[in-house]
């Protein structure tokens, strides 16, 4: 095997050197931003989850106070009150409000007495809606609120109950049902206008037993219960799950003012990969660039090597 020449060995030992240093360069600059990108999505998302969250809240405090509202009008505790009546009186606050698709008056024992929709009148409550299954926590006031599907409306809704209590009557008169169409949700959370997300977010809301109220990339999965530990992690009020794939964050409800709280919870992800996307893009410019330099470093290398190596080889003065 024929040895290498000493100009040989020169050029492939600098073109070497300057392709180790690009390479570590390369690999720290990707480290560096990756890292700072990560984190970066992380504390975006601990702000916008907990944002969120508390519009939802505030949504739910807000329609709790007009239920309440309605069911402490003083018609509902006068003696007998006329259907038709309690039916004008519904639609006038459904027209005040413009934000429920009906309002409905059930009687303790849960008997449709008045609809704003004229619809179901005299028949019991749904036992398969939220209302329905926690008749008795609605007359007492400790279920306020559920999401479900209405038969009757054919219709996906989040439904908010209030008791009506008379004064000096030991006995519930009924209770206020206001429905309103699940996809209000949609305007809680706004688009994000074009170029302003970098990384495609997936946002996904549940309520306390698993149903999917809101989702931003699994339409089809809305109205349907998950059980998924990935769909439903349990933990904290607050907080990011980061692992090999995804990067997690997740905001429970805690209440405003004086409502409690839902106990829905909030989750938004993104793929780690998918985070990483400006890192890996900066990353094969550092690539292009230091190819290069390493070409331009060979370049050198050859010139010098017959400038100045290879006559000093051969005892020859430069030229």
């Not at 000093?312 to 430069?318: A, Q, S, T």
């Amino acid at each position: 095997m024929t040895p290498l020449k000493p100009s040989t060995k020169f050029i492939l030992f600098c073109s070497l050197l300057v392709t180790l240093t690009c390479v570590v360069m390369a690999w720290l600059a990707y480290s560096s931003i990756s890292n700072t990108l990560v984190a970066k999505v992380l504390d975006r998302f601990r702000e916008r989850s907990t944002n969120r969250m508390l519009s939802i809240d505030n949504m739910l405090h807000y329609n709790l106070v007009n239920t309440q509202v309605i069911a402490g009008d003083p018609l509902f505790c006068t003696p007998a009150p006329p259907a038709q009546k309690v039916a004008a009186r519904l639609i006038s606050y459904r027209n005040l409000f413009k934000i429920y698709l009906s309002i409905s008056y059930f009687s303790n024992d849960g008997v449709l007495l008045a609809d704003t929709s004229g619809l179901g009148i005299g028949q019991p409550v749904d036992p398969q809606s939220p209302p329905g299954k926690h008749w008795p926590q609605v007359l007492d006031g400790t279920f306020t609120h559920g999401a479900g599907h209405s038969r009757l409306l054919n219709a996906d809704l989040i439904y908010v109950t209030r008791p009506v209590i008379c004064p000096d009557e030991p006995k519930l008169r009924g209770a206020i049902v206001a429905r309103i169409n699940i996809w209000r949700l949609h305007a809680l959370f706004p688009i994000a206008a074009s170029g302003s997300e970098s990384v495609a977010v997936h946002i996904d809301l549940f309520d306390d037993e698993g149903l999917l109220l809101y989702s931003n990339h699994h339409r089809t999965g809305i109205m349907k219960v998950f059980s998924d530990s990935q769909m439903r992690p349990e933990g904290k009020n607050i907080e990011v799950l980061a692992n090999e794939d995804q990067i997690v964050s997740v905001a429970r409800s805690m209440g405003t003012m004086d409502f409690k709280g839902s106990n829905w919870l909030l989750r938004f992800s993104v793929a780690r990969e998918a985070a990483r996307e400006e890192a890996r893009i900066l990353g094969l410019r550092i690539a292009i660039t230091s190819l290069f330099i390493i070409a331009a470093a060979t370049v050198l290398a050859y010139f010098f090597a017959r400038r100045f190596v290879r006559p000093m080889m051969h005892h020859d003065p430069p030229k």
